[in-house]
């Protein structure tokens, strides 16, 4: 694979692939979510409570069930393992993922409630996607996924071609050990490990000994390269010339050959430096603009270049 090659955003594109082949299990949160977005306001104006009516609604979410929403248009199987409560929400959450087509792997536990986020983006006129603002329950119930859940579900990892999992789960010490678990499966059976590096400030909430492990495990990383760069200590690459600048230290984090999937450009999106220790892929653009709605991109591209890496295996 080199610079003639089509990139992702191209071949086979963020809008699902025209013959959809592999099988994909992803592990992460699911949760409850409420979005709305504000189009006339900034965060930095208010000064008093205000009533706003704008574009509002709920949906079943979370970094698994988000990631899954887009990968169905590549993958022939997708499977979903997560944590979830014991509530009114639980029968919704399983019935969007069979509307999906999606194999529901969920562990319930019993008599807690399920995760809800609230995201708000200010929208005002002018240049630029807004402000996000990110609301999550902080014990939600899939901080507690464990090894031995995971391990219930190993014979699920072992048989798909890629395991998809995020930096959430790290967040607590319970999920964080289930990763490593599913981690090791996937790689003693062969199947490709991808980890993507969220939350963007995992750094400011983890320190390097707690992550560094995680990517050690993955075959391939997605990550803002300012994410990566300040967890690794260096300073935040400015242009496609200083992301060459990042590249030893990430060799230097990572043992083995994981392949980076670096996004890059004025909000961390635009493109992507893919590169392998010791050899320049390729680099691209991502097809994100101004006119692209940013919420679930970074989903759609994953699902793209995951299809397009399994596919160069």
Known sequence: MDARDPSPARSPGLDGAPRRRFSLFVMGEVRIEARASLPDVRFGELTADRLSYAPARALVAGTAVNLARCAVGYFRKVSVLGKVGDDAFTPVIRRELRRLGVRDRLRVEEGAPNGVTVMVRDRPDGEGPGVRLLVAAEDAPGRRLTESEVRAASAGIRRADALFVDGYALLSPVSRAALRAAARVAREA?????????????????????????????????????????????????????????????????????????????????????????????????????????????????SSELYWWLSRR
């Open 190 to 302: 062969g199947t490709l490990v991808a980890f993507d590096l969220v939350p963007h400030d995992i750094d400011g909430r983890l320190p390097a000994a707690d992550v560094l492990p995680a990517l050690s495990l993955a075959d391939v990383v997605f990550t803002e390269a300012p994410t990566v760069a300040r967890l690794l200590g260096v300073a935040p690459p400015t242009g496609s010339g200083g992301m060459r600048d990042l590249l030893p230290a990430l060799d230097r984090a990572a043992p083995g050959r994981p392949l980076w999937l670096l996004r890059f450009g004025a909000t961390s999106l635009e493109y992507v430096l893919a590169y392998q220790r010791e050899r320049l892929l390729l680099e691209y653009p991502s097809g994100y603009g101004a006119e692209v709605e940013r919420a679930g991109f970074g989903d759609r591209l994953a």
